[in-house]
T-cell receptor, first 115, second 115 residues
């Protein structure tokens, strides 16, 4: 039984560069979420998908951020022109839409460091 | 807006002592409540959840939590902690987003177990 998979686990980049993270959810889960977690804080909601449709985006998701889930399976989160304030752990989670309780299954996260 | 407050940012305890991590939520409607644990450099793992029914909820690793509607609390407890319980603990409430539920997290409580 495979869980939520994220890669890369760690990414170090220079300010101004673009980065992309990938998330593979649990196979039968139709909902996929992205959260951001900065040091010493709880995860903050960024966006979520139901199948391939992006249904909600947080105000935290600036124009430099874009997320896709083209075939309703894996998702990518791209950050363009990275800034030092983007340094954080980016967490992906998935859920089975039928239950609709909000319970999420998280991946190990992708840690971004912007120098 | 629904929110979660974790009253203690850090809780140090000795091994085999009991522990309580406090969580209060704000909500005017029925709630689903969760506790997640995060070990260093890892994603979040579900400890337990309250959806309905009995107000005392038992989870993994010997943890339990009690839902108290009148006090809007969902405190996490363990009667005897182990060194391996050292981690960050997050309380979360499920809120209605645009089309599906999503989780809103507290800021976390760092539990440190001393030998």
């Amino acid at each position: 039984d495979t869980g939520v998979s994220q890669n890369p686990r760690h990414k170090i980049t220079k300010r101004g560069q673009n980065v992309t993270f990938r998330c593979d959810p649990i196979s039968e889960h139709n909902r996929l979420y992205w959260y951001r977690q900065t040091l010493g804080q709880g995860p903050e909601f960024l966006t979520y998908f139901q199948n391939e449709a992006q249904l909600e985006k947080s105000r935290l998701l600036s124009d430099r951020f874009s997320a896709e889930r083209p075939k309703g399976s894996f998702s990518t989160l791209e950050i363009q022109r990275t800034e030092q304030g983007d340094s954080a752990m980016y967490l992906c989670a998935s859920s089975l839409g039928l239950t609709n309780t909000g319970e999420l299954f998280f991946g190990e996260g992708s840690r971004l460091t912007v120098l | 807006a629904q929110s979660v407050t974790q009253l203690d940012s850090q809780v140090p305890v000795f091994e085999e002592a009991p522990v309580e991590l406090r969580c209060n939520y704000s909500s005017s409607v029925s709630v689903y409540l969760f506790w997640y644990v995060q070990y260093p450099n890892q994603g979040l793992q579900l400890l337990l959840k309250y959806l309905s029914g009995s107000t005392l909820v038992k989870g993994i690793n010997g943890f339990e939590a009690e839902f108290n509607k009148s006090q809007t609390s969902f405190h996490l407890r363990k009667p005897s902690v182990h060194i391996s319980d050292t981690a960050e603990y997050f309380c979360a409430v499920s809120v209605r987003g645009q089309g599906a539920q999503k989780l809103v997290f507290g800021q976390g409580t760092r539990l440190t177990i001393n030998p």
